[in-house]
């Protein structure tokens, strides 16, 4: 089952097919853009990750050597008064 189109009806079609494809390829580029951003955006927060999870690490070890010193919380000393 065929159809014969005339010059014009081909010429009609022909132009909604690039006018597709140029809608797609600017998606396209759009997507790409984006892509490229999230992935500046998620190396900077592993980066902050990393470097949030080394200060926790510091804080951390700070404590056990403030405990092990034996230097308790200020909040578990008793005044002198009790």
């Known amino acids: 089952m ?3 189109f005339s010059p014009a ?4 079609h022909l132009e909604a097919l690039e ?4 809608y797609q390829e600017h998606w396209l580029d ?8 999230q992935e500046r955006r ?8 990393a470097l949030m999870r080394e200060r926790l690490r510091e804080q951390h ?4 050597d403030n405990a092990s010193q034996g230097a308790g919380r ?7 008064h009790y």
Request: charged fraction near 25%; proline fraction near 8%.
């Open 19 to 22: 006018s597709r494809l140029a």
């Open 74 to 80: 200020p909040e578990d000393d008793v005044p002198p």
């Open 61 to 64: 070890q700070a404590l056990q």
């Open 9 to 12: 009806e081909l010429t009609q």
């Open 42 to 49: 998620l190396e900077k927060l592993e980066q902050l990750s």
């Open 30 to 37: 759009t997507l790409d853009q984006a892509v490229v951003q």
């Open 2 to 4: 065929t159809q014969d």
